[in-house]
């Protein structure tokens, strides 16, 4: 057994986020392990830009109410102990409402060695976020 020595929390990139985003990385698993687990802590209005991810993402949320935009328009609202998962390349957004902090787990795997994991793209724009929101049924 081994207790992982944990990173300085970092800020996420300009590149990647609107608003403040700040982020933990739990876990990164040593090879062959491919595991990925970050705390991800979301300013109010604070979101990624669109991105997908090689073998797809489970967001788990933890605080405030996440907020995972798709392609087709839609725009769910995740609470507390609820999960929502990203298929393998499925362009899609995460973030934070414009009025609360927003607070979770992401959990996706590793590629392989110098593999791109996730596919950074452009900014979500105030219409796509803004977009009416989904509950699930
Ligand atoms: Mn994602």
Redesign the pocket.
Same mark, same amino acid.
């Given at each position: 057994m081994e207790f992982i020595t944990p990173q300085p929390t970092r800020v996420g990139p300009a590149e990647w986020f609107t608003g403040e985003v700040w982020f933990d990385v739990v876990h990164a698993g040593r090879e062959p392990s491919r595991m990925r687990v970050n705390m991800v802590r979301f300013a109010p209005g604070a979101h990624?830009f669109w +991105?997908?991810?090689v073998l797809g993402?489970t967001?788990h949320v933890v605080a405030g109410a996440a907020l995972?935009g798709t392609r087709d328009g839609v725009v769910f609202e995740a609470h507390p102990g609820e999960t929502v998962t990203?298929p393998p390349g499925e362009e899609?957004? +995460?973030g934070a409402t414009p009025e609360r902090f927003m607070e979770h787990l992401?959990l996706?795997e590793g590629s392989g060695e110098g593999a791109v994991e996730?596919t950074w793209l452009e900014a979500v724009t105030d219409e796509q976020y803004h977009a009416p929101r989904t509950r699930r049924s």
């Open positions: 990624t +991105h997908h991810h993402q967001l995972v990203c899609h957004w +995460h992401a996706w996730t």
